[in-house]
């Protein structure tokens, strides 16, 4: 137990390390440096589908298609996320117009080749479900001012183009803003140790490729011995050693914004650098579009502005936190939390008197009546022959109550690492990486959980092989079984949100001999544990259950047990489903810690309440209950859910994106009602233990 418990703080101390958090490493360029620009894949609102930036008729960089290697995880394989380098560059702190993208052997007059029907149709398809184009620099993601929304908000990435009556038009030209901070090389004259500064060099080259211009031919430079210095590279992104003069001026990038335009050019001629996007879209003035048409060679041009900002490296993610996604409403916030902390202690405090008046009233009977043989019991008191009765199929609810723990106990440590900055946005994928691999090394909780109840409920261990066995393989094997299903869709689309084969042999090499193991091991452990004894006798015929009041009808107790708690996220699910099926940045990891501690509270004492009603009512079914009753509040936000799919993703276009939002979030309303459940159920036990305990009934 002591090596597993070892294990797994290694491994998240080596998560936490490797995990980058905006403003730990802040990279510094000086002037003439040259910077290319990344390609993230296209993403609309209206398909949840993503797509290879290269699988549109877009050109090539001349050095050829590169993926990022530092940006390959779990969690960006997971999300369709492929990002790779571009024939967009960026020489610092140098005005560029007229700049061609089209350029190499490839591209003789700088422009596309001629369009083939079929290389229409996908253009035509993009800019009718509104694609994006998301752009990286610096790792910073490209962005657009909204100004129907707010002049103030940003949205992530481009149109692809768009469409007027019948005809399409491709956004052929962009205008690139670039932010940056001045600097003197603070941070790179503080690596004094030009060792690791060279490291850090060849790790950065990995992920940005900082190129130098096509005629320089790459040339040795002295390093000045003592002095700190600045790793610049080559074309083939080799690091590349250069000297920093102290009080040098260097600059930081902390914006990234573009405005594009569609704008007619005939291939092979010079570039006419007058033609600018306009100022808005009826300006007279505005040049001729791009129509995208069988046999159109598209020239794609681009130019580059520079301006200095006041915003440091640590604030350079601000922009993104006013994006509607993003933003939150603080006083809705604060008032639900007030709310919910008032109706908490009034729970609390009626639970408190109401139970201890019930003790004190059954301990004056078994006084006054001698030692409680002639007298009638009445309410939970009634029920305590068979309130440990054991529940119909436990061996399902001992399954579904070890994957809860689980899913519950993952999902709460990636949230904490996230409250905390170690799973910022500007790591991709590392959000769901994180819960990945806390959900393999918590296979140990599952397995001790689901054994040490199986024991409780049959009374002994045996059989303790089939219940690990079933819980290392039920919510991996529906997943598994969902997610292939969708693939295959994915897969005939040729969206790169598909999953690859290989991904799959991995997940499943992951499950064999990390989780099955550990699932294994957590039930050895359960099983060497004593059985806990109950406080009360069990007796041989079931007692009659009456027929229910209204307010303790078993329906009445699961709807009203899950409103109180699904009130407490009804905000913040808001903000986590907008940027989750929106695009945007989700970055108030704190907040959402806060109120999902605040939602589990609130199920604990609920549950507690419905329990005690439902006993009080001589109905000592209580196991199963209190285990649906906790998991209630899935069932309103599917509802949520639902109508947030027909009032804010009403643009959804087609059957397979409808059919990938139901399914995902299918998903995740089951991974709710597990773990609320698990949270409902266990709380039940142990207030019916306690209460039971304290009145010492034979």
Known sequence: MNALRLLAVIGCLQLAAGYYLPGTYPQEFLVGDVIQAEANSLVSSETEMPYDYYSMPFCKPPEGVQRATSTINPGTILLGIKIQ?????????????????????????????????????????KIRQQYRVRLILDNLPI??????????????????????????????????????????GQYTMSQMDEAEVEAAAAVEAGGRRLLKDEDEEPKP?????????????????????????????MYMVVGFEVVACSIKRTPGE??????????????????EPQEVKKGAEIVYTYDVYWDTSDITWSSRWDAYLRMPGGKVHW??????????????????MIM???????????????????????????????????????????????????????????????????????????????????????YLLLSVGAGYSAVWLWGLTNRSYEGWFKVCWRVACFFPGVTVAVMTCLN???????????????????????????????????????????????????????????????????????????????????????????SMWQGYFYY????????????????IEVSIVCTYVQLCAEDYLWWWRSYYRGGSISVYVLIYSIGFLVNTLHKLTGFLPVVLYLAYMGLMVWCLFLAMGTIGFLSSFLFTYAIFNAAKSD
């Not at 010079?270 to 505005?286: H, V």
Request: net charge positive.
């Open 85 to 125: 380098n571009s024939p967009y560059n960026f020489t610092i702190m140098t005005k560029q117009q007229g700049l061609t993208v089209c350029n190499g052997e490839d591209y003789p007059k700088h422009a596309y080749t001629p369009l083939i029907p079929k290389e229409v149709k996908m253009l035509r398809d």
């Open 588 to 603: 108030i990891f704190g907040f959402a810690f806060l109120v999902s501690i605040l939602t589990l509270i609130i199920t």
């Open 221 to 249: 430079k002295a390093v000045a011995k003592g002095k700190p210095t600045a790793a610049k590279a080559n074309k083939r992104g080799k690091p590349e050693p250069r000297t920093i003069v102290p009080g040098q001026k």
């Open 352 to 438: 408190m008197r109401t139970i201890r008046r019930d003790l004190q009233r059954y301990e004056q009977l078994l006084v006054d009546g001698g030692q409680g043989q002639d007298v009638e019991e009445s309410g939970w008191k009634m029920v305590s022959g068979d309130v440990f009765r054991a529940p119909a199929n436990p061996l399902s609810l001992c399954v579904q109550i070890g994957s809860g723990v689980q899913i519950l106990c993952s999902g709460f440590i990636t949230l904490l690492f996230a409250a905390l900055g170690f799973l910022s946005p500007a790591s991709r994928g590392s959000l769901l990486t994180a819960a990945l691999v806390m």
């Open 331 to 348: 006083f809705s916030i604060l008032n639900s939390l007030m709310v919910v902390v008032v109706m908490s202690c009034i729970v609390a």
């Open 143 to 184: 962005t657009t001012y909204d100004l129907e929304l707010d002049p103030e908000s940003v949205r992530p990435g481009y149109e692809v183009g768009y469409q007027v009556g019948d005809k399409y038009f491709i956004n052929n030209h962009l205008m690139f803003k670039v932010l940056v901070h001045e600097t003197h």
């Open 270 to 287: 010079p570039i006419n650098k007058n033609l600018i996007c306009p100022q808005t879209p009826d300006d007279a003035n505005a040049p």
């Open 488 to 578: 295959l869709f994915l897969w005939a689309t040729g969206s790169s949100g598909a999953i690859p084969l290989g991904f799959f042999f991995s997940i499943i090499f992951l499950w064999l001999l990390i989780s099955i193991p550990l699932s294994y091991s957590g039930g050895i452990i359960a099983a060497k544990q004593e059985i806990k004894q109950y406080p009360t006798r069990t007796n041989q015929i079931p007692r009659h259950i009456p027929s229910p009041h209204w307010a303790s009808h078993p329906l009445v107790l699961f709807f009203a047990a899950g409103l109180l708690p699904f009130g407490t996220i009804f905000v913040e699910l808001y903000f986590a489903m907008t």
